[in-house]
């Protein structure tokens, strides 16, 4: 199984323009690229981390390969987006917290999942974007923690956060 033990693919979800590319780059290399190039369907990352349960493995940890999805945004690459779903073990649900039609659009891409996801119950994240902006805010993050507890994502296995 190569150098991993584990192979785990997140597909991040949201409108186009939402930060979802540079998330992805700046969680697995760290890099943030300043100016905007719209994803032309579908486009991955990969990082490898090591999960240290304290069990197995001779005490080294197990090694996780995680291929983080990026998807197009624009309605037109929709039906292209939704083929990834199934292969998907868990979502990243992104919103641009200076844009209130994103957060709003937030339970439309859950409904674009629920119908396409390969299982009742996938992991999902709802993630609050672009928080380096602060002065330009329009979801708050009261607000943002509220969806997700109406959702029924601020479990163990689903969350909202915010990203810079």
Same mark, same amino acid.
């Given at each position: !199984? ?42 991955? @990352?990969? @990082? ?22 990026? $998807? ?8 292209? $987006? ?6 998907? !073990? ?23 999942? @629920? ?47 915010? !990203?810079?």
């Amino acid at each position: !199984m190569g150098d991993y033990d584990y192979l785990i693919k997140f597909l991040a979800l949201g409108d186009s323009g939402v930060g979802k590319t540079s998330f992805l780059h700046r969680y697995t290399d760290n890099t943030f690229i300043a100016q905007f190039i719209s994803t032309v369907g579908i486009d991955f @990352k990969e @990082k490898k981390v090591v999960y240290k349960s304290g069990r197995g493995y001779g005490g080294r940890g197990q090694r996780v390969l995680l291929q983080l999805w990026d $998807t197009a945004g624009q309605e037109r690459f929709r039906s292209l $987006t939704t083929a990834f779903f199934r292969d998907a !073990m868990g979502f990243i649900l992104i919103f641009d917290i200076t844009n209130e039609q994103s957060f709003l659009n937030i339970r439309d891409w859950l409904s674009q999942l @629920k119908i396409h996801a390969y299982c009742e119950t996938p992991d999902i994240i709802i993630c609050g974007n672009k928080s380096d902006l602060e002065n330009r805010r329009q979801v708050s993050t009261a607000r943002a923690k509220q969806l997700a507890d109406q959702l029924g994502y601020s479990n163990k296995h689903s969350f909202f956060f915010q !990203m810079h």
